[in-house]
């Protein structure tokens, strides 16, 4: 039971920091850009994959919370 619930506070926290997490990249990503286009875009591709999965993130559990449809109608 307890691990249950330490696993919803694990998801919780990074549902709540995905955007300072996304922002810190693409700031990383700009200030490598001035040093080197390659790591520039690394990090710029980091933050896009990074959006993709806070996105699927966010919206399991956005979709969990959610009544079931009923489907018998």
């Not at 955007?19 to 990090?43: D, K, M, Q, R, T």
């Amino acid at each position: 039971m307890k691990t249950a619930h330490v696993k919803v506070d694990e998801e919780s926290y990074f549902i709540k920091s995905d955007p300072i997490i996304s922002v810190l990249i693409y700031i990383v990503s700009i200030v490598a850009s001035f040093f080197s286009v390659w790591a520039g875009g690394v990090f710029l591709l980091a933050g896009i994959v990074w959006h993709a999965i806070a996105y699927l993130r966010l919206s399991r559990k956005v979709t969990a919370g959610l009544p079931k449809a009923d489907k018998s109608r």
